[in-house]
C-alpha cells in the first residue's frame, strides 16, 4: 500500500493501473447511460425526472468523499510530514469541485419541476454550495500564494478547519426539517429503493469513481513533475 | 554556549549553505561575512529556530536548541534587517513601550544618556516615521541596551550608519565582550569592529 | 508572575497602537451606519419591512464591517517583526494568537457593541429585543475575532489576492449568523440557541491557537 504515501511508487502504481482504469470508465458509463435511460422504470410520482438522480446522487457521493480523502491526506502532509499528502490536496481539489457543481446543477434541474423552484434555501442545499465556496476558495488559494511551501499548508490547514462541513452536508437532512429527502441507501437499514433502481445507481457510482480516478491520476501525475522540476 | 554542527540548509531543493560549523562562547564576537544570497540571514534564523535545517544540529548549552528553545529565548536579542519600532508613536513611547515588554531595569537616566550619544534626544517628542533610516537603525539597537541580554543575534546592525554610530556601536559591542557576552552579526562592509572569529558563508 | 507581566506589556502595546490609529476604527464604525441608511434607501423606508428584517441587516452588516479591518489583524506586525519580538520574548505562537484574538475582539469588537443602540433605534427594532442581541453580539463577535485570526494568519504569505481572507471568514460565519439571528428572533428558544453559540465559540477558540499558531510560523520561515 506505499503507493498511497510514495510519489514515485504512485507513478508505478499509476502507469499500471490507468489504462485499465479508462476503460473501465468507459464500458461503465455506457451500461449506466443504457440502464438509466431505458432500463429503469419510471417512478409512479416523478416520472421521468427521476433519471436525474442517477447522475445527482453519485455525483454527491464523491463530492463529499473527494473532500474527506483530502481531509485525510491533510493530516497526513502536517502531521507525519509526508509531502504527497499536499499533492494530493492540490491535485484533487478541482474534481472535488466539479463534482459539486454538478451535484448543485442536477439538483437543481431537478428541483425546478418538482419543488416548482430552482433553489431553496434549506440546510442540505445551502450546506452543498457552502462545499463548492469552499473548493474554490482552495483552488484560489493554491493559485494566490507564491512561495509553495507556505501554500501547501496553508491549504491543507484551510482543509482541515472546513472539514466542519462535511458531517453538517451528510447529516443535515436528519438534524433539520429540511425539504431535501433523507438518504434512501444506507448501510444499517434495508435500503427503500427498488432493485431496478438500485441497479443503474450503484453502476453510475462506480462510473463515476472510476472517471474520477482517471482524472485524478492524470492531475496528480502532472503535479509531481511540476514539483520535481520546480515549475511552481 | 551556542554550538552549530555541519549546518546545511536547503529551500525548495535549492542549496543555501552547506556544513557551517560555528561555536559561540562567552565574551567571542562572530561575523558573518558573505555576497547577497549567501544565507546570512538564513543562518541567523536557523539560530532562532525559525528555519528547520536540512541537516546538522544546534546546541545550547550542551543540549538540543529545540528542546529549551525557551530557555534559549530569555537569553537572546535579535535585532533584524527592518526596524520593529511602531512608525506612528512617538520615539518615547516607543522606549516606554519597549522597557515594558523586555521588563527592562535600565533607568530612566542611563536610557536618555545612551540616547544623547546617540544624538536622538533631540526627537523625542517626535514620531518615528519622521525619523531617517540611520536614526531609526540607531533606535532599533538602544533594544539592545534595553533588553539586557547575554547574547546578541544582529543582522546587518552596521547598514545606513555613518562612522561616527559605527564607532558608538564598536564601543558597545566592546564592552559587552568584556561583561561575558557574546554577539553574532552578519555584514558586508568593513568595519574596524574588534572581532574574534570571522565565518565566510 | 513574569507571563503576566508580559501579557500586560503586551495589551499596553496594543492598547498604544490602536489609540493612534483610532480613527480607523472610527471609519469601521461609520461604515456599519453608512451601509445601514444604503440598507433602507434600498428597501424603502416603511416602519415594518425595516423591523422585522431589521435584525439580520444588524448581524449582516456588523459581520462585513469587522471583516474590513481584518488586513490589520497581524499584517502590520508581521512586516516590521514585531510578531518575532514577541515570539523571542518567550511567547508561543498559539499564545501570541490567543492575545491578538483577545485584543481584537476588545478594541475593534467593542466600539461596534457601543454602536448597536443607535443602530436598533435606525432600524425600529424594539427595545426588550436589545438583550437579546446584545448577548448574542457578544458570543458571536468572539467567534467573528478568532475566525478572523484563522484567516487572517493564514493570509501573511498571499500578497496577490488579498480579499480571500474575507471570503474565508464569511463562509465559516453562517452558522453564527443563523444561529444568532435565531437567538433575537425565537426568544423562547433562547436557552438552547445560546447554548449552541457558545459550543461553536469554543470549538473555534480551540482550533484558533492550533491553526494560527502554525500559520504563524510558517509566514515566518518562509519570510
Redesign the interface.
Known amino acids: 500500500m506505499k503507493f498511497l504515501v510514495n510519489p514515485s511508487k504512485f507513478n508505478k502504481f499509476a502507469d499500471n493501473v490507468f489504462l485499465p482504469v479508462l476503460i473501465l470508465s468507459i464500458i461503465l458509463f455506457s451500461i449506466g447511460l443504457i440502464f438509466s435511460f431505458y432500463l429503469s422504470p419510471d417512478d409512479y410520482q416523478q416520472g421521468s425526472t427521476v433519471r436525474i438522480m442517477y447522475v445527482h446522487v453519485p455525483s454527491a457521493w464523491l463530492a463529499l468523499l473527494t473532500y474527506a480523502i483530502m481531509t485525510v491526506y491533510s493530516i497526513v502532509g ?1 502531521a507525519f510530514r509526508i509531502p504527497f499528502g499536499f499533492i494530493i490536496n492540490t491535485a484533487v481539489a478541482p474534481i472535488g469541485a466539479v463534482f459539486t457543481l454538478i451535484c448543485i446543477v442536477s439538483g437543481s434541474l431537478w428541483g425546478k419541476p418538482m419543488w416548482g423552484t430552482w433553489w431553496v434555501w434549506d440546510a442540505r442545499l ?1 450546506s452543498v454550495a ?1 462545499l463548492f ?2 473548493y474554490l ?1 482552495i483552488i ?2 493554491n ?9 501547501e ?2 491549504v491543507a ?2 482543509v ?3 472539514s ?1 462541513n462535511l458531517p453538517i452536508v451528510k447529516f443535515s437532512v436528519d438534524w433539520w426539517n429540511t425539504l431535501h429527502q433523507p438518504a434512501t441507501i444506507s448501510k444499517l437499514s434495508k435500503p427503500s429503493i427498488d432493485p431496478s433502481m438500485m441497479i443503474p445507481l450503484i453502476v453510475m457510482t462506480f462510473a463515476f469513481i472510476m472517471v474520477g480516478l482517471a482524472i485524478a491520476i492524470l492531475r496528480i501525475k502532472s503535479e509531481i513533475i511540476s514539483r520535481k522540476s ?1 515549475l511552481n | 554556549m551556542i554550538l552549530v554542527k555541519d549546518l546545511s540548509i536547503e529551500r525548495s531543493n535549492k542549496k543555501i549553505f552547506k556544513d557551517v560549523n560555528l561555536s559561540l562562547g562567552s565574551g567571542k564576537i562572530v561575523l558573518l561575512k558573505g555576497k547577497n544570497g549567501s544565507g546570512k540571514t538564513t543562518l541567523l534564523k536557523a539560530l532562532l529556530n525559525l528555519i528547520e535545517p536540512s541537516s546538522g544540529t544546534i546546541y545550547w548549552k550542551g543540549k538540543l536548541l529545540k528542546k529549551n528553545l525557551y530557555n534559549f529565548f530569555n537569553h537572546v536579542t535579535y535585532i533584524a534587517d527592518r526596524t520593529s519600532s511602531l512608525s506612528k508613536l512617538s520615539v518615547q513611547t516607543n522606549i516606554k513601550i519597549w522597557k515594558k515588554i523586555f521588563l527592562s531595569n535600565i533607568s530612566n537616566s542611563q536610557v536618555e544618556n545612551i540616547l544623547k550619544t546617540l544624538k536622538l534626544d533631540i526627537y523625542l517628542n517626535q514620531k518615528v516615521n519622521s525619523l531617517s533610516f540611520g536614526e531609526t537603525k540607531k533606535l532599533e539597537l538602544l533594544r539592545l541596551i534595553l533588553e539586557n541580554k547575554k547574547i546578541w543575534i544582529l543582522d546587518e546592525p552596521l547598514s545606513n550608519l555613518d562612522d561616527e554610530s559605527i564607532d558608538v556601536i564598536a564601543q558597545t559591542f566592546e564592552d559587552h565582550r568584556l561583561k561575558g557576552g557574546s554577539i553574532i552579526f552578519s555584514s558586508h562592509q568593513e568595519s574596524e569592529i574588534n572581532v574574534s572569529e570571522e565565518v565566510i558563508l | 508572575m513574569i507571563i503576566l507581566n508580559k501579557i500586560i506589556s503586551f495589551y499596553y502595546r496594543e492598547y498604544k497602537l490602536n489609540l493612534s490609529g483610532f480613527q480607523d476604527i472610527l471609519t469601521n464604525i461609520i461604515f456599519f451606519f453608512v451601509s445601514i441608511f444604503i440598507f433602507i434607501f434600498s428597501i424603502g423606508p416603511d416602519k415594518e419591512t425595516i423591523s422585522s428584517i431589521g435584525i439580520g441587516i444588524v448581524w449582516t452588516l456588523l459581520l462585513l464591517s469587522s471583516t474590513l479591518s481584518l488586513r490589520k489583524f497581524y499584517q502590520d506586525d508581521f512586516e516590521n517583526g514585531n510578531l518575532l519580538i514577541m515570539h523571542l520574548n518567550g511567547l508561543s505562537f498559539g499564545f501570541i494568537a490567543i492575545l491578538k484574538t483577545f485584543s481584537h475582539f476588545i478594541f475593534v469588537q467593542i466600539p461596534f457593541l457601543l454602536s448597536i443602540p443607535i443602530a436598533c433605534i435606525l432600524l425600529n427594532i424594539a427595545n426588550d429585543k436589545l438583550i437579546y442581541l446584545f448577548s448574542s453580539f457578544v458570543i458571536g463577535s468572539f467567534i467573528l475575532s478568532c475566525l478572523g485570526s484563522i484567516s487572517s494568519s493564514m493570509n501573511l504569505m498571499n500578497q496577490r489576492n488579498f480579499l480571500l481572507g474575507s471570503v474565508i471568514v464569511m463562509i465559516f460565519s453562517v452558522p453564527i449568523i443563523i444561529f444568532s439571528v435565531g437567538v433575537v428572533n425565537l426568544e423562547e428558544n433562547f436557552n438552547s440557541l445560546i447554548s449552541i453559540l457558545f459550543g461553536i465559540l469554543l470549538i473555534v477558540f480551540a482550533i484558533n491557537p492550533w491553526a494560527s499558531g502554525l500559520c504563524l510560523k510558517l509566514a515566518l520561515e518562509n519570510n
Do not use: Q
Open positions: 502536517l445551502t457552502i465556496i469552499i476558495v484560489f488559494m493559485l494566490s500564494f507564491e512561495n509553495r511551501i507556505v501554500r499548508k496553508v490547514i484551510f482541515l478547519v472546513g466542519i520546480n
